[in-house]
């Protein structure tokens, strides 16, 4: 598997455009029903966000990073500055005057960890096209950018591979625009749901196939929650089951995933060992509140991964070689 042009001689080794956010967390005894009350454990304002949060944990292991952020002229966007400032991470900020920084709710059920994400993004704090400049792309090995400002993105990763980078995008959501962006990305990362929101497929061992048919990635990725994440590289299906955890919070968990991913790529790992490290970085995270809540070592990683207990299997060998040998015959046939 390729994995980076001219990996070494850069000054950076990732740079990522995409969302910050600034999280309440509000941690409840169990999740509310309707028309009721529930007294509050605790709130936390902790500083997250997809591509800001993957750009501090690839800080905290060492990478020399640069993150591109828009943010608004309140608390919230301080905050960010701050933490982003505080792990190393080189920055450059589009701040919006008079504009609320995104920020979120989120409810998070103390008996399970599972979060429920309350979010609100004024327009004006979208990144655009025009905010970004080629400069900040330059001297990276790899670039991370999300789903969401699909025209900003599509730029950055255009400059990103006329600057011989690799291209790892996040994708959560069907966001407007997001096709093209899909054409010059080599490593998405989706969430279990985005292939079927793309493709109208179901069944995710076909959705994942044909994406990467049409679009000729090195590799797709698919998370899967607490059961691990899924890849395919054309030819075969690698998965890796989730790693056990008494689960806090289990915001972020994503992103750091996402992180760890970028970290598994410059390392030139194979795909299962960028999958294992993914599962086991994110699982650590969610042992603490908030989307950075554990960025666990890397010494603390390799220990779960050698010794951590998984989860069952989301699926068994045999479907997945059936799987394969359906999308390659048809791979095959396609003129």
């Not at 950076?12 to 509000?26: E, P, Q």
């Not at 790992?269 to 599962?279: R, T």
């Amino acid at each position: 598997m390729a994995v980076v042009r001219n990996p070494h001689s850069r000054q950076i080794d990732v740079v990522g455009a995409g969302i910050n956010a600034t999280d309440t967390i509000i941690r409840l005894p169990h999740f509310p029903a309707p028309d009721s009350k529930v007294q509050v454990t605790s709130t936390n304002v902790l500083p997250g966000g997809q591509v800001a949060t993957a750009m501090v944990a690839c800080a905290q292991w060492g990478l020399r990073t640069r993150y591109i952020g828009k943010i608004g002229s309140d608390d919230a966007g301080k905050l960010q500055k701050q933490a982003v400032q505080a792990a190393g991470v080189e920055a450059h900020w589009i701040t919006v005057d008079s504009a609320r920084s995104q920020s979120a709710f989120i409810l998070v059920d103390e008996t399970t960890g599972e979060r429920t994400v309350l979010w609100v993004r004024e327009p004006a704090i979208a990144l655009r096209a025009d905010d970004i400049k080629r400069d900040w792309f330059r001297e990276a090995r790899l670039l991370l950018v999300d789903g969401h400002d699909t025209a900003a993105a599509t730029q950055a990763a255009r400059w990103a591979r006329e600057e011989g980078m690799m291209v790892v995008g996040d994708f959560d959501n069907r966001y407007p625009g997001v096709e093209e962006l899909l054409e010059f990305i080599d490593f998405p990362v989706t969430s279990h749901d985005f292939p079927e929101r793309l493709t109208a497929e179901k069944d995710l061992l076909k959705a994942v196939p044909k994406i990467y048919s049409r679009y000729k990635f090195e590799l797709i990725c698919a998370t899967l929650g607490r059961m691990g994440a899924l890849a395919w590289d054309g030819h075969r299906f690698f998965l890796c089951p989730g790693f056990r955890i008494d689960a806090a919070d289990t915001t972020g968990a994503g992103d750091v995933f996402h992180g760890a991913f970028l970290y598994g790529l410059l390392k030139e790992w194979k795909p299962e060992g960028i999958l294992e490290f993914s599962c086991a970085a994110a699982a650590l995270n969610c042992q603490a509140l908030g989307a950075r809540g554990h960025i666990a070592s890397l010494e603390e990683i390799q220990s779960l991964r050698r010794s951590g207990a998984r989860s069952e299997l989301a699926y068994e060998p045999q479907q997945l070689l059936e799987a394969a040998r359906h999308a390659t015959a048809g791979a095959e046939i396609r003129p």
